[in-house]
């Protein structure tokens, strides 16, 4: 099994200190000895003795490390996959599942940075798992547009991989995670107009390819960025971001992204808009996605078999029902020890 550390948001978990041990001496004030006694010279003796122990005392309790310190060395290894994943109250179950998937497909070494609100990540029950609190710039935002704000997270690692909570891996997160940024590129996406193969299922349910699904071009600023509305769309809840490149170019700072003209309040528009031209193209079987979209459309068995990672984006989630595909779900669902996280499904005859 491969090690793996979640790092959670500063507001779900308080840090817990290493307990430190202090010897308190209470020395009792001797008078009236001889300068020669023989208990001056013990007394010496006993407190130079007393000396040495709390000197090697204190010298182990340094040499120890402290908590969360073996964790802040794995997430700055390099042999390290970092991976963030948003998670809400509601959802955690959908969370569990997702890094049972990812743990459970690779064999190298995993750090998950969970980022939710408030005491959600308490009800995370992961053997595996350790937690640390992420130290970053307090903000209050949509846990949404969490992907905006990577470098204001306490991340450390150089690059990292964003995940949708209603993802599935089948293939080796580290192929992901090695893929090639080309120079001056931020981040790594697939596109919608890749993989021939979904298209047909695509346009059955109305999803759109291009930017026009996704912009009003009606409006003015719409049109000043100069960007064709044929031109190729794609999803951001599965990426690779280069955490420097993006600090580099501002992604975060970039205020067409808050633009509620633009963005009409979701994350994809202000996502296409900052990252247009600018991404490497990841192998579109590691994002087969739109398996939430309709309760009915289906890809083949096939095909599925060989997808890297699937996504259920849309309103019909495989926790729920009815939806499609729910066997490649399920079988890595974590079932809650809480009982706050159920999965619908269908009352079945007995």
């Known amino acids: 099994m491969p090690a793996v550390l979640c790092s959670c948001d ?11 041990h202090f010897f308190y001496l209470d020395f009792l004030k001797y008078e009236h000895f001889h300068p020669f006694s023989v208990n001056q010279v013990l007394l010496v003796l006993l407190l130079l003795l007393l000396w040495l122990l709390l000197h090697a005392t204190l010298q182990r309790a340094s040499s120890q490390p402290r908590q969360g310190a073996s964790n802040q060395a794995l997430s700055e290894d390099d042999n390290v996959v970092p991976v963030v994943i948003c998670a809400s109250e509601e959802r955690m179950g ?5 890094i049972n998937s990812i743990i459970s497909n690779t064999d190298t070494s995993v750090f998950f940075y969970v980022v939710t609100l408030r005491d959600a990540v308490k009800l ?10 992420l130290k970053g710039e307090a903000r209050l935002f949509s846990l949404n547009f969490v992907r905006f704000y990577l470098p204001l997270l306490g991340i450390s690692h150089k690059r990292v991989i964003y995940l949708d909570d209603d993802v599935i891996v089948q293939g080796d997160i580290r192929d992901l995670y090695d893929v090639k940024l080309k120079a001056g590129h931020a981040a790594a996406f697939a596109t919608d107009c890749d993989l021939p ?6 346009r059955s349910i109305g999803m759109q390819t291009t930017y026009m699904g996704f912009l009003d071009y009606r409006k003015q600023e719409v049109k000043d960025l100069g960007i064709s509305p044929s031109d190729c769309s794609f999803n951001p809840g599965v990426f690779v971001a280069d955490i420097t490149e993006w600090t580099k170019q501002k992604v975060t700072k970039q205020k067409n992204i808050y633009s509620s003209a633009m963005a009409g309040g979701v994350a994809t ?11 490497t193209t990841l192998d579109p079987l590691w994002h087969v996605r739109h398996l939430g979209w309709s309760p009915d459309a289906r890809y083949s068995d096939g095909f599925l078999q060989e997808a890297h990672l699937l996504h259920w984006n849309g309103p019909f989630k495989p926790w729920n029902y009815p939806a499609v595909h729910l066997d490649l779900w399920e079988r890595w669902f974590v079932p809650d020890p809480s009982g706050r996280f159920l999965l619908s499904r269908p009352e079945r005859d007995s």
Request: hydrophobic residues 45%.
């Open 197 to 202: 193969s979904t298209h047909e299922m695509v």
């Open 10 to 20: 500063l507001l779900a978990l308080t840090l817990s200190l290493t307990p430190c």
């Open 94 to 98: 959908a969370t569990m599942a997702t």
């Open 269 to 279: 528009p202000p996502m296409l808009i900052v990252f247009h031209d600018k991404y």
């Open 124 to 133: 995370i029950r992961f053997d595996a798992c350790s937690y640390e609190p």
